[in-house]
């Protein structure tokens, strides 16, 4: 082969080359902009803020307070918006147990013929409200601790669920055993329902869904922070009777409670119906024979 063919031969192979490796770097620079957005990333902050506004949605609540509950194991860009709103979906599940656990206690004096399925659910629902009850106290105590401004932002739209009882929850008070299927949605609607009634409050809108829903429209509202922690003082005081001695008789956890709320209380402005709660707590207080 004479010199000029090889020189020939060798810049075509040159050339070739070059030509691949530019149509690779085209094809890599179409591949990356249309993926789009990288996923987020498993185990982060923001990856489980994701997750908690998608099961928020669904009407998922325990979900969606796990979710949180990661969140908050460390201090993030999520941390203040995550507390806020654990606090409020933690005092509607602890409602929407009680509730349904004195709905059980009522069919189990109904059905005096077979009260004990009836009384197993009522210990393990006030187990459960037991812990969310706990999860919410520290929340707001956390909450109020370290949050300071004016306003408290509430980075979520209006829930899932209806504020009316559902409708099996009248039969089986009235001590007709429903299958487990019904007992299921029966707690989801009414952890629904606890925490639909807990967000109209936090909004300052109590048994008002449609003012709550206006104020929640765009998924992001600044409640005044007196407002706020009245919602969580007047939670605190209904459901720290779930440790009284007629329920769970832990005086421990009445004592936590009671002292959250009237700590709420006291950093708010004195008015009547501040005192009527401060004296409802100091009642019940004192029935259970707890100074603080």
């Not at 810049?11 to 996923?39: F, I, N």
């Not at 999520?78 to 806020?84: E, L, N, Q, S």
């Not at 187990?127 to 929340?139: D, G, K, R, V």
């Amino acid at each position: 082969m004479s010199f000029m063919k090889q020189r020939y031969l060798s810049a075509r192979r040159w050339r070739d080359v070059a030509v691949a490796l530019s149509a690779l770097s085209l094809l890599a620079a179409g591949t990356s902009c249309s993926s789009g957005p990288q996923p987020l990333r498993p185990g982060t902050p923001a990856f489980y803020w994701s997750a908690a506004r998608e099961t928020y949605r669904a009407g998922d609540f325990l979900k969606t307070s796990e979710n949180l509950q990661r969140i908050l194991t460390s201090e993030n860009e999520f941390t203040a918006r995550a507390r806020a709103w654990d606090t409020v979906i933690s005092a509607g599940m602890t409602q929407g147990y009680i509730e349904l656990a004195d709905a059980w206690e009522a069919g189990a004096r109904s059905n005096r013929l077979d009260p004990t399925p009836f009384r197993k659910q009522v210990t393990t629902l006030r187990t459960l409200a037991s812990a969310a009850a706990i999860q919410f106290t520290e929340n707001a105590h956390k909450l109020m601790d370290a949050n300071k401004d004016p306003d408290i932002l509430l980075a979520f739209g209006y829930p899932a669920g209806a504020a009316a009882p559902p409708a099996g929850l009248k039969r089986m008070s009235g001590g007709i055993l429903v299958q487990d299927t019904e007992r299921d949605l029966l707690q989801t609607a009414m952890l629904q329902r606890g925490v639909l009634l807990s967000v109209c409050g936090a909004v300052g809108a109590p048994d008002d869904g449609a003012a709550a829903q206006e104020k929640l429209k765009t998924g992001e509202f600044r409640v005044p922070r007196g407002t706020f922690v009245l919602a969580v003082a007047k939670s605190l005081q209904a459901q720290s009777e779930l440790f009284t001695g007629t329920k769970l008789d832990q005086p421990n956890k009445l004592k936590l409670m009671s002292q959250e709320a009237l700590e709420a209380l006291k950093s708010l402005p004195p008015t009547k119906e501040t005192k009527s709660l401060t004296d409802k707590i100091q009642a019940r207080l004192k029935k259970a024979r707890i100074t603080l």
